[in-house]
């Protein structure tokens, strides 16, 4: 066992889970040394700056979703139908079993310096477009309803990202039953019909095994870029 490498992954997750807690701006070095079981000084052979670390968190998780999200759409041919009822599934997903890294993308961008801002800002835009333009192709060919493709993305988008604050492993519902609920509201919201104009059935449209997708996900989030930051510090 590569205890370097461990004690990096436990900075780092001690690191996340005091950003979506506390906030970026509330949490100190000190603090995460502490939560780690570790002094200051050793923490930096871990660990870049405060500000380092919430960068690679941001890239690794848009980095991941952006991945994920284009490889969904081109398996499902872009057909719209199914392919939002994945990207529901998939962001739902990663905001259930991610949820701590899930909070501190969606809450703490702008305190990143102004190049990384706009490094995922542009990403953000491009996820957005993708679950946008899935819209925008169920309404030309007449199997959605709505007159406001953005602002339809915008509420979809919010309804499946808010899971991350109330999910828990325990409760009365898996990831998975969530994932085909929201796809049900969310394909209700869309007023999303059959190829016949027929009332769709979230569990034949859904992609199913929302795994593979996942697994794209957490080659670059999911702690994943972050984890291999970690164990490369560890090391050297």
């Excluded at 325990?170 to 990831?175: K, T």
């Excluded at 992609?207 to 930051?229: C, F, N, Q, T």
Aim: hydrophobic residues 45%; aromatic residues 6%.
């Amino acid at each position: 066992m590569n205890t370097r490498a461990s004690t990096g992954e436990r900075i780092w997750q001690a690191a996340l889970t005091l950003f979506a807690r506390q906030g970026f701006a509330g949490t100190s070095t000190r603090d995460i040394a502490v939560a780690s079981g570790l002094t200051q000084g050793s923490l930096y052979h871990y660990m870049g700056s405060k500000d380092d670390l919430l960068e690679q968190v941001m890239f690794g998780a848009m980095t991941g979703l952006v991945n994920a999200a284009r490889e969904l759409s081109r398996a499902t041919g872009g057909d719209p139908v199914p392919t939002l009822a994945g990207l529901v599934q998939l962001h739902v997903a990663v905001h259930a079993r991610h949820r701590m890294e899930a909070m501190v993308v969606d809450r703490e961008v702008a305190q990143l310096g102004p190049a990384n801002q706009r490094r995922i800002t542009a990403m953000r835009d491009e996820y957005e477009d993708l679950w946008r333009e899935t819209i925008v192709r169920g309404i030309e060919a007449g199997r959605f309803a709505v007159a406001d493709p953005r602002l339809a993305t915008l509420a979809l988008l919010g309804m499946c990202t808010e899971v991350a604050t109330w999910y828990r492993p325990r409760g009365r519902m898996s990831e998975d039953v969530i994932g085909l609920r929201f796809v049900q509201m969310s394909l209700g919201l869309l007023r999303a019909t059959d190829a016949g104009g027929g009332e769709v059935d979230a569990e034949q449209v859904s992609v199913g095994d929302i795994a593979p997708y996942l697994a794209i996900y957490e080659e670059r989030g999911g702690h994943g870029m972050v984890g291999a930051k970690a164990t490369a510090r560890a090391g050297s």
